[in-house]
């Protein structure tokens, strides 16, 4: 599953007209970019969930054909129904196995290849190291597990392994995946992993342009 259907304000004015999964890094959508790398992963089935301006991304996007993957769509209500609402609200469409879920504002060269998780395990996320933007982290990684204690701090990369236990007894509606997690967290619930390399949140304008220089260094600033 891919996560498309935030609102973008940190990156306004440029998600004012444009869904932030569709604006270009080297030419291309980011979205486009995810899709890729989850292709060449081995995913062929893939959710997307669709709020601001989430008709552009379909009418890009469409059945997913174009590029060797199958696309489903999961429409949310005006507001969206943030990370773990709208992970819940397509679990029809996700089945009963494990499934990956990403974030479409990221680029990480994360191989993406599905963990093999514990039987007690109902998720299994992929940390990184803390951005500039965000020194304190999120959890620490003790023998594989995933704590809320200890250190050090690592960031959770916005990339994750879920079984559909994890959401089963969540009420539909807009819900929040951070106190899902810290409650599974606390069970001994999470495995984790540290990805040491590549990894950007594009989270305003200024990333992604840098971001673009990086990846374009010919083409506009």
């Not at 998720?123 to 620490?140: I, K, W």
């Not at 989270?203 to 600033?221: F, I, M, S, V, Y």
Request: charged share 25%; hydrophobic share 35%; proline share 9%.
């Amino acid at each position: 599953m891919i996560l498309a259907a935030g609102r973008g304000e940190r990156m306004r004015p440029l998600t004012d007209h444009t869904p932030k999964p569709l604006l270009t890094v080297g030419g291309t959508p980011l979205i486009e970019h995810t899709i890729r790398r989850l292709r060449e992963a081995g995913y062929r089935d893939l959710v997307i969930n669709l709020g601001h301006l989430g008709e552009r991304i379909e009418a890009r996007l469409g059945d997913g054909g174009g590029l060797g993957v199958r696309i489903r769509y999961s429409r949310e209500p005006p507001g969206a129904l943030e990370t773990a609402g709208g992970i819940r609200e397509a679990l029809d469409l996700l089945g009963s196995g494990t499934f990956l879920v990403t974030n479409a504002d990221l680029w990480c060269d994360h191989p993406l290849r599905p963990p093999v998780l514990a039987p007690d395990a109902l998720a299994h996320l992929v940390l990184v190291a803390n951005p500039e933007h965000h020194p304190q982290g999120d959890f620490t990684l003790q023998e594989g597990r995933v704590s809320l204690s200890g250190g050090p701090r690592h960031t959770f990369a916005g990339i994750g392994w879920y079984r559909p236990g994890l959401f089963a007894d969540l009420p539909r509606g807009r819900r929040a995946l951070a106190p899902l997690l810290r409650d599974a967290i606390t069970a001994g619930q999470v495995t984790g992993e540290i990805h040491r390399d590549g990894w950007i949140d594009i989270g305003t304008p200024e990333r992604l342009r840098l971001l673009d220089q990086k990846r374009n260094p010919a083409g506009p600033g």
